[in-house]
């Protein structure tokens, strides 16, 4: 147990479905992190959160969406996905993030997502 | 060319047996992080290291900044250690994250 929730586990949805994934974590950290992990990939961050505020993008499609509401939860909103979007979404989360810091990260469960 | 490689890709051990997984990245960082993910997808944070030695029960990790390489070792493995590893690092100026495609390993009984 890492303090850091995701709901739900296991996803399964059609190109067309729109759904979310939540994480929530109760470590009373400032940031938090998306990251996808494909088979044999290394992970990809997609976006990070600091203190409320989105502090980076990496090049992820619109049709991923995220949603930070307070320090304490963060959202991936999904819509019109693509079969390749298939993989571990994992949510993790950090005392902060500042320039020149690496705090250590606690990470999610993870959300087994598949798109039909 | 991904900026950390971590070797071996896969590993298998006996029981009992020490066993060292390597990591080299290229880019000037502010620290490295050590990962474990187990089968299923969860995973821990291990270490985080800027300089020197870090030692946690079985598990050691050591960094050298000059030559930018890190490694991880186990020493008295057990099954339970199976596992992913995975390097991780950010990066000092443009505060990238960087992640290595992981060591399997396996220790069998």
């Known amino acids: 147990e890492t303090g850091v929730t995701q709901t739900p586990r296991h996803l399964v949805m059609g190109m067309t479905n729109k759904k979310s994934l939540k994480c929530e974590q109760h470590?009373?950290?400032?940031?938090m992190y998306w990251y996808k992990q494909s088979a044999k990939k290394p992970l990809e961050l997609m976006f990070v959160?600091?203190?409320?505020?989105?502090?980076e993008n990496n090049s992820v499609p619109s049709r991923f969406s995220p949603e930070c509401p307070n320090s304490s939860h963060l959202f991936l909103h999904l819509h019109t996905l693509q079969p390749e979007d298939s993989a571990l979404y994992l949510c993790a989360s950090s005392r902060s993030l500042l320039a020149g810091e690496y705090n250590e990260q606690f990470f999610g469960p993870g959300t087994r997502l598949t798109v039909l | 060319k991904n900026e950390v490689e971590q070797s071996p890709q896969n590993l298998t051990a006996q029981e009992g047996e020490f066993i060292t997984i390597n990591c080299s990245y290229s880019?000037?960082?502010?620290?490295l992080h050590w990962l474990q993910q187990h089968p299923g997808g969860g995973i821990v944070s291990l270490f985080m290291l800027s300089s020197g030695k870090k030692k946690h029960g079985r598990l050691i990790a050591t960094i050298n900044i000059q030559e930018k390489h890190s490694s991880l070792h186990i020493t008295a493995s057990h099954p339970r250690d199976s596992a992913v590893y995975i390097c991780?690092?950010?990066?000092?100026?443009?505060?990238?994250?960087?992640f290595g495609t992981g060591t399997s390993l396996t220790v069998i009984p």
């Open positions: 470590l009373g950290h400032n940031a």
């Open positions: 880019v000037g960082i502010s620290a």
């Open positions: 959160y600091n203190f409320k505020e989105q502090t």
């Open positions: 991780a690092v950010r990066s000092g100026t443009g505060n990238q994250f960087y």
